[in-house]
């Protein structure tokens, strides 16, 4: 199984970037994706994620301001980003339940400055 991350970069404060992340290979009952971050020197938090019945969960400092959603004919998740600040400045690593595993993404990213 492996995870394909893409959609980081570099934008303005209270610009918007879509991050998504697919999923490839033995996907057998393919559970909750979602997202966390990792800004220097602070511990990887918890972004966003989806089950696969479309209930979701947000990090309290993204609330509001981005959404998590799944395609689940293509194993795809994607994590659309507006409003964005600095402190949104992080590398971003999608995951992915499927069974009983938990795997990652290699990571993207995403750095918010004028």
């Known amino acids: 199984v492996q995870l394909q991350a893409s959609g980081g970069g570099l934008v303005q404060p209270g610009g918007s970037l879509r991050l998504s992340c697919a999923a490839s290979g033995s996907i057998f009952n393919l559970n909750a994706m979602g997202w966390s971050r990792q800004a220097p020197g602070k511990e990887r938090d918890l972004v966003a994620a989806?089950?696969?019945?479309?209930?979701?969960n947000y990090g309290d400092s993204v609330k509001g301001r981005f959404t998590i959603f799944r395609d689940g004919a293509k194993n795809t998740v994607y994590l659309q980003m507006n409003s964005l600040k600095p402190e949104d400045t992080a590398v971003y690593y999608c995951y992915a339940m499927i069974t009983a595993t938990l795997y990652w993404g290699q990571g993207t990213l995403v750095t918010v400055s004028s």
């Open positions: 989806i089950n696969p019945t479309g209930e979701r």
